[in-house]
């Protein structure tokens, strides 16, 4: 069939189905594309032909193939009309079920206190697509209305061919989550969601034309009040430039060194970890130079920001696939993380301070050297793949604040700027030992998309107040598109290995453009005096 004009259009069905001889089912794949399997109910009144709306489909300008295949029984397909469908006017709210839905998902009424007439219901695989009319091209506000009552799920969407992840948080309800911003075309555009792990429901969107935004506003002050001039300097700094360009990072120096043999630039940000400083690696024979190669970054002009992957502290299985070096893992340990925080008398429990206290003597040797350090214990703990994160938010926010308190109080850290990593509003431990939050976001081989629904899940997290930075991703945004999102990631900082050298996640050519982007800082764009400049600290 040909049609003017790509877009959705409704399909309808003239068939012929024997007297007498009950429903019959085909189905039908548009442009090689399986679309769905219909039910052919029989003709009323005992005809026997009868003309059926279908369905819904995305057809090009210009020819396209629909073909049908026999299902169950006999019966003949007379004729095929298709008629543009009307779209919702902008500013407007779309029904998952007057979408186009494939594979598994499904239209169900079965649950209650959706709108509309039904909701779309993902089991596996398939895909919903929707077809929103702009007045204007520019970014879109998405709200989603979902249901999801049996753990956190996440969806893929896919929107005029770029890709994003949405979490949808457990709900035992009807409720909405902000699905970030979406760059769309005047005119016709789709938005397809296509499944992850698990059951979930998609009721509705919403879409609105943004608003201009207002100008952050944070305070320049660490939450340590005690923190040293080079802290509160750069503190100052990294307020200064948020919102205004993005700061590169990588992990290891290996990489970093990396980066500035491909590009003629070094990342701004060096990341490193404090993993081999775990006593009960270091047990084992484990050492480290990375407190080392950290104070000479510093020297040389870079920022510096650890991870640490905290070895459990007793327990350890060390058996082929759970060894002992992989104690940071929820699998390769028996350690209750839980357990411990109960009972402060416990061994488990001054296994946990003497940990801390050995992780602080090399921090100590940071804020010796005059080296602040964006801290990021804990990180990725509602994965729950790392021990501190197994038993839950609860045990994880404890942890973190105890963490905190005994650098703070008993060890006297003051060079610490102090990075939450988790987007979840029941995983966040408080404002008051929180300087930036921050998402690991691992999107898919050469997908550069700005990320901006988990940039504005953490701005919408912390109320503005906070900055948030990209603690980990593969793909690195592109910054065209960093910018035309307000996607204002403080930081990315891109893992190591293949994630930054197999040119399949970042192409060189990619990593060229991000490197000598003018919204992108390099090491050798830092002021001078970053840690000392008195005009960035607190005023």
């Known amino acids: 069939m040909n049609v003017p004009t790509a877009g959705l259009y409704k399909l309808s069905l003239g068939y012929y189905i024997p007297a007498n001889t009950g429903s019959k089912d085909t189905s039908f794949e548009v442009n090689g594309t399986m679309a769905e399997s219909i039910t052919l109910v029989p003709p009323p009144g005992g005809a026997v032909v009868n003309e059926k709306l279908v369905s819904k489909i995305m057809l090009n300008a210009g020819t396209n193939e629909v073909t049908f295949s026999r299902g169950w029984g006999y019966y003949g397909i007379e004729y095929v009309k298709v008629e543009f469908a009307s779209l919702p006017a902008t500013n407007s709210k779309i029904e998952a079920e007057d979408g186009v839905i494939t594979g598994e998902v499904s239209t169900e009424t079965a649950s209650t206190g959706y709108s509309g007439t039904g909701y779309a219901a993902f089991k596996g695989t398939g895909s919903l697509t ?91 002050k660490p939450v340590n009040p005690d923190a040293t001039m080079e802290t509160e300097a750069l503190m100052g700094y990294l307020v200064d430039v948020y919102g205004d360009k993005i700061l590169s990072g990588q992990h290891t120096l290996e990489d970093a060194q990396w980066i500035k043999d491909q590009t003629g630039k070094y990342p701004a940000m060096l990341s490193t970890d404090m993993m081999d400083y775990s006593p009960s690696r270091v047990e084992h024979g484990a050492t480290s130079t990375e407190v080392d190669k950290a104070i000479q970054w510093a020297k040389e002009g870079g920022i510096v920001t650890f991870v640490w992957h905290w070895n459990a502290p007793k327990g350890l299985h060390d058996i082929p696939g759970k060894e002992w070096y992989r104690g940071f893992y929820t699998e390769a340990t028996t350690f209750d993380v839980q357990y411990a925080l109960n009972h402060p008398e416990s061994e488990e429990y001054q296994l946990i301070l003497r940990d801390i206290d050995a992780i602080a003597a090399q ?27 197994a038993q839950g938010p609860d045990s994880a926010k404890q942890l973190y604040r105890i963490m905190y308190d005994r650098l703070t109080h008993y060890h006297h850290l003051n060079n610490l700027i102090w990075v939450w990593n988790s987007e979840s509003p029941e995983w966040y431990p408080g404002d008051d030992v929180v300087d930036i939050v921050s998402v690991d976001i691992y999107n898919p081989a050469a997908n550069y998309g700005p990320s901006i629904g988990k940039y504005d899940s953490l701005v919408n997290l912390v109320q503005d107040k906070k900055l948030v930075g990209l603690s980990e991703n593969g793909p690195i945004g592109d910054p065209e598109l960093l910018q035309a999102y307000s996607a204002h990631w403080l930081f990315f900082t891109t893992w190591t290995g293949d994630f930054v050298r197999n040119g399949q996640y970042n192409s060189l050519d990619h990593l060229i453009k991000v490197f000598n982007s003018d919204y992108v800082i390099t090491r050798d764009e830092l002021p001078q005096d970053l840690f000392t400049s008195s005009k960035n600290e607190a005023e």
Not at 363 to 389: I, M, N, Y
């Open 130 to 220: 929707l077809a929103y009319d702009a007045a204007s091209s520019g970014l879109y506000n998405l709200a989603i209305g979902y249901s999801n009552p049996n753990s956190d799920k996440k969806t893929h969407m896919v929107v005029n061919g770029q890709t994003s992840e949405i979490s949808l948080p457990t709900t035992a309800s009807n409720t909405e989550v902000s699905g970030g911003k979406l760059m769309l075309n005047s005119g016709n555009n789709t938005i397809q969601f296509n499944p992850d792990l698990g059951q979930y429901h998609i009721d509705y969107i919403k879409l609105s034309a943004v608003l201009p935004l207002k100008l952050h506003q944070i305070e320049k």
């Open 363 to 389: 921090l100590k040797r940071l804020q010796d050297a005059h080296v602040p350090v964006l801290w990021r214990p804990l990180h990725e703990a509602e994965g729950r793949w790392f021990w501190w994160g």
